[in-house]
């Protein structure tokens, strides 16, 4: 008994010993073939299963060559059988195997854990929000004076400039494109915290978005990932476009409701089928071999129809246009000669039925943060119900309420941490939406100016709690709670909540950087602030109680 357990852990000893992913050789890396290795894997376990049923055979017969010899030495004594102990090793042994069948699936399938990376994780949660230090309400209000209202004291004066150019260079864009065969550009809608009153940071860029629409006899059909069945959880929040005839379902014509016979035949549908094999899916930007609208060729097509818009109104303006990030649809810099330079973006998008939710090719650098995705996928934005929604409780809150300057010395001191640690995963996107988020939950009376330290503390601590629990809910989609006024549609309230955290749960290495940018955002936010701060005499008025722009 004792030599046949002593086979059985031997053989469960080997199996763990050479298992790879239990004891893995140094500087060695995962092969192409494991294809190959996974076989072999198999192999080895129907041969290790082989072996134990031969001991098991092995040690029943030794077992029972036992108590017979038993029998015959001493036939007067009955010892009773106790089959706990080959239970034990038995079951020892299963689960044992189990153990590393599981192990090996988890391996294939790369769900490979490193528990190292989340020992990491768990060090940095560990850092629980103890509340930021800031300075007297002085040093604050002349902070915000000099930092944040000598900004935007420009951006009524940069937005009038280039709102006319804008319109100027889309109506030149209209003039050079083939209206049969190229998108039509539609007019341009300001957006984001230039529209929002809230932009501090320089340059001080104006994005705009630019509907386009396909040429006749073509139209968009959108659907939203979130209407499917079934929704990949990084596919929360987008959707596809694909390119239809505008009469595939239904021509209008009276041969839909009449049946013409065998020898009739309608004259106008015959001429515009043939026209339908004439013409190509890839002229009109879609995906190869589909019938969907692809984000990449819409880039370069707007880029190159703002191209030829520029050379045809160039000799109008003193100034030089060019792009300033390849990667952007329309990132565009003007450079004066004296040096200057104003930056603005011009986003081309594809409106969501009678609403004014869009799909959104490319977000602007410094704008949300794009996941990786497929070319066919589009992002819904709801800039323009953002703005609107600001716009509504600026009605309600009190009279020079705090939430835009909350939201305006969070993102400064956010842009100058950034500039000291280096870009961060959490953008301006998610400070604003923290700040929705909480003006939805705190009463009117909380936003007055004299609350504005208090806010700040709210949204830090919301911030904190929410990249804890790596979960940041869209402030639209799937919020049932928003005012009827906004006009918002009731399938994206209805919606399940898009996560704008999610990515966090994936990439480790993006999450550690950005809790350890947090935190020392946190620990730098008193020096920062003194930093850009003057001397201020005691009893000054107030700067936070003027009028935002």
Not at 107 to 123: F, L, P
Not at 419 to 428: D, I
Request: aromatic share 10%.
């Amino acid at each position: 008994m004792p030599a046949g357990v002593f086979k059985v852990c031997f053989v469960v000893i080997a199996a763990i010993v050479n298992h790879p992913l239990l004891f893995p050789k140094e500087n060695v890396t995962v092969p192409e073939n494991t294809e190959d290795i996974i076989q072999k894997m198999k192999e080895r376990e129907e041969s290790l299963r082989l072996e134990r049923l031969k001991l098991e055979q092995e040690m029943a017969v030794q077992e029972t060559l036992t108590k017979s010899s038993e029998k015959a030495t001493e036939p007067e004594e009955q010892y009773p059988h106790d089959p706990l102990s080959w239970n034990f090793w038995t079951a020892l042994s299963l689960v044992v195997f189990l153990l590393i069948e599981l192990w090996r699936q988890d391996y294939q399938e790369g769900t490979w854990q490193d528990y190292s990376i989340e020992e990491d994780e768990n060090a940095v949660l560990g850092k629980a929000f103890k509340g930021v230090f800031l300075p007297d309400r002085g040093t604050l209000d002349s902070f915000y004076e000099r930092c944040i209202l000598n900004v935007t004291s420009e951006i009524a004066r940069n937005r009038e400039l280039v709102e006319g150019f804008a319109d100027d260079l889309l109506e030149a864009l209209r003039s050079v494109c083939n209206r049969d065969a190229d998108m039509e550009v539609e007019e341009s809608i300001g957006i984001g915290s230039m529209y929002e009153n809230w932009r501090v940071h320089k340059p001080l860029a104006c994005d705009f978005i630019v509907p386009f629409t396909p040429p006749e006899p073509y139209c968009f059909k959108l659907e939203t990932c979130d209407s499917r069945e079934s929704v990949p959880p990084d596919k929360q929040g987008y959707g596809v476009i694909k390119i239809c005839w505008a009469d595939e379902n239904s021509t209008g014509c009276i041969c839909d409701k009449t049946k013409l016979g065998e020898d009739l035949l309608c004259l106008l549908h015959s001429k515009m089928n043939q026209s339908r094999h004439n013409n190509h899916m890839e002229d009109l930007l879609c995906y190869k071999d589909s019938r969907y609208l692809d984000s990449d060729q819409v880039m370069m097509w707007f880029q190159v129809a703002l191209t030829k818009a520029w050379n045809k109104i160039s000799h109008k303006y003193e100034f030089s246009l060019t792009f300033s990030h390849l990667d952007s649809p329309g990132a565009l810099k003007i450079k004066f000669r004296s040096g200057k330079t104003i930056a603005f973006n011009l986003t081309p998008v594809v409106q969501y039925a009678d609403s004014d939710v869009y799909f959104v090719s490319h977000f602007p650098c410094g704008g949300l943060a794009e996941g990786s995705t497929s070319s066919i996928h589009w992002f819904l934005t709801f800039a323009v119900y953002e703005k609107r929604y600001l716009q509504f409780v600026s009605k309600i809150l009190p009279d020079s309420s705090c939430h835009l300057s909350c939201l305006q010395i969070l993102s400064f001191i956010h842009g100058k941490q950034c500039s000291l640690t280096g870009p961060s995963s959490l953008t301006n996107y998610h400070l604003k939406t923290a700040m929705l988020h909480l003006l939805q939950t705190y009463p009117s009376s909380n936003w007055a100016s004299g609350f504005l330290e208090a806010r700040l503390q709210d949204v830090l601590r919301y911030l904190e709690k929410s990249l804890q629990e790596k979960r940041l809910y869209h402030f639209f989609i799937g919020n049932r709670n928003l005012p009827e006024e906004l006009g918002i549609p009731v399938e994206f309230q209805k919606a399940e909540p898009v996560n704008l955290f999610r990515p966090f749960v994936l990439q480790r290495s993006a999450y550690r950087k950005t809790m350890d940018m947090f935190h020392e955002m946190l620990r730098n936010t008193s020096a920062l602030i003194n930093e850009y701060t003057t001397h201020v005499h005691v009893g000054r008025a107030s700067p936070l109680n003027k009028e935002q722009l």
